[in-house]
């Protein structure tokens, strides 16, 4: 641990402040595009520039929003769609981690299974939504396997690279010492491999939102893109947008999260 | 004897060709003796102590190995950065299943006889590449091996940290009584630390010259002083054809 000196010469006070003040204005600049984009938008909807049929417009979004929660919908639109993205996040980065391991654990399996992963990596996933619907019906279940089908892949070859960059001379050092399969991997690859992993979950965090909505605009009767298909298809574009923010904080917090557990993660490793 | 080598070739084969990386390889090193193996880059050095350890099976010839278990001493020190120092040391313990609390007291007494009781808890990113290196060293003693295969142990470690190193790896051995087979490509560390001097040629690596060394009461600081040790580099660079 280095110890904080809290006796600093002049020069680094400058710095310290130069650094601070640095800090500070991105996050003004930061929040004053936000505003002027909300504002502009609002103002051009109410002096009637933009058609707020078409556009909608913050006010009008953040109406349907305090709607919606009043009705008692809007967390039952918001839960749904967390809990669906939540366990087609962790099936898929869970089933990813362990199939990188199996192909890991045998090159030869790992050779044999390479092009399918390449081809379904390749393939647009929402071509398997007829499939999904007729195989598993229109409940969460067909949702959920989108998810899982959409970020699951990159999990497995995130994970892969993530080994396949372990140092050698570690993996020399282990066998020297007489370290099976097991062994390697609990004592080598998978500490090794953690900052693969928190990157694996970060990429996996986004692709289980695609995953998610896509499945909600193939099938559903409710959640977050239930609320923007239906919106779309009677034109309350009100409701298009609302459900859109509500998407953009929940994205985003989600993306913090996991953000904020690498962090802990990585500190604690020193 | 610790381990004899009698007649050993080994060939690496890839999908482009085999490549002999020894041939015909002959030589002893007995208990408690140091014997360094000096090569020019590439010949097949690493090959040999692989060889030695058992991770890879000859070609050709034979093996044999007295009793005691064999440890390892890398190029890098190979520490791993998310285990504290003490952890590190306890690594092969773990591996061995040998995690014991007498064989953790032993591998902790170890630690602190050779200056590292300061250290235990803190991280290697903390500790200087020369500590490392010694971190490095004791974690191989910590299972309890009687020969040390060394691998260029001190090759990353910049010129002055190097000497110190060095001196430092070949005291704590001999205070240990180990036996310690090292392979370098740098004749004046073979020299200072080693007991006998084996040459190799270049790949396929094979015994050009066999060199007890006796000068310099076997300590490498006195050695590098001593007259003979300038007389030994000249014929051992001969024999390299440097």
Not at chain 1, 66 to 81: K, M, V
Not at chain 2, 224 to 229: A, L, P, Q, T
Request: proline share 4%; hydrophobic share 50%.
């Amino acid at each position: 641990m280095k110890h904080k000196n809290t006796n600093y010469s002049a020069d680094h006070a400058r710095y310290l402040k130069r650094t601070k003040r640095g800090k500070i204005v991105v996050h003004a600049v930061r929040a004053l595009i936000l505003a002027a984009l909300l504002g502009m938008w609002e103002l051009c909807a109410q002096t009637g520039v933009f058609d707020p049929f078409i556009t909608s417009s913050p006010s009008r979004a953040a109406k349907t929003i305090a709607d919606l929660a009043a009705a008692g919908t809007l967390f039952y639109h918001i839960g749904i769609t967390l809990a669906e993205t939540v366990a087609g996040f962790a099936i898929a980065v869970a089933l990813g981690y362990s199939c990188a391991v199996l192909l890991w654990l045998n090159e030869r399996v790992r050779a044999i299974f390479e092009p399918y992963i390449v081809v379904l990596n390749a393939l647009p996933k929402i071509a398997l939504g007829p499939l999904i619907i007729i195989w598993m019906g229109t409940g969460y279940t067909a949702i959920i396997f989108m998810t899982v089908l959409v970020s699951i892949i990159v999990c497995i070859m995130n994970m892969l690279a993530g080994f396949a960059a372990v140092d050698k001379t570690k993996q020399l050092l282990l066998r020297s010492m007489g370290a099976g399969r097991a062994a390697m991997l609990t004592k080598l690859m998978m500490p090794a491999s953690l900052p693969a992993f928190m990157n694996t979950l970060k990429v996996a965090v986004g692709l289980a939102w695609i995953g998610s909505i896509m499945g909600e605009y193939i099938v559903s009767r409710a959640g977050l893109g239930y609320l923007i298909v239906y919106g779309g298809q009677v034109f309350k574009l009100d409701l298009v947008m609302a459900a859109t923010f509500i998407l953009c904080l929940l994205a985003g917090g989600m993306y913090a999260i996991v953000a904020i557990i690498e962090r802990i993660v990585v500190k604690r490793r020193g | 004897m610790s381990v004899r080598f009698a007649g050993v070739s080994y060939a690496y084969h890839t999908p482009s060709g085999e490549t002999l990386a020894v041939k015909d390889l002959t030589f002893e090193v007995d208990d408690g003796q140091f014997v360094a193996v000096i090569g020019p880059s590439g010949c097949g050095k690493s090959t040999i102590l692989s060889l030695a350890a058992g991770l890879i099976s000859p070609s050709s010839g034979k093996i044999e190995r007295g009793d005691g278990q064999f440890g390892y001493m890398l190029q890098t020190d190979a520490l791993f950065p998310w285990r504290t120092v003490e952890q590190n040391i306890f690594l092969p313990l773990e591996i061995k299943r040998k995690n014991t609390p007498e064989m953790k007291r032993n591998a902790l007494m170890l630690a602190e006889k050779y200056g590292l009781a300061g250290f235990l808890k803190k991280s290697p990113a903390q500790l200087s590449g020369g500590m490392r290196q010694r971190v490095a060293l004791i974690r191989t003693l910590a299972a309890g091996p009687q020969t040390l295969l060394l691998d260029e142990p001190f090759s990353a470690l910049d010129y002055q940290t190097r000497l110190a190193v060095c001196d430092d790896v070949h005291d704590i051995i001999k205070k240990e009584k180990k036996t310690a087979l090292l392979v370098t490509h740098d004749i004046s560390e073979a020299i200072a630390l080693s007991d006998k001097v084996i040459a190799l040629s270049s790949r396929p690596a094979r015994v050009v010259g066999e060199h007890p060394v006796t000068f310099g009461e076997g300590s490498p600081k006195k050695r590098r002083e001593c007259g003979e040790f300038a007389a030994l580099f000249e014929a051992l660079r001969k024999e390299l054809g440097i």
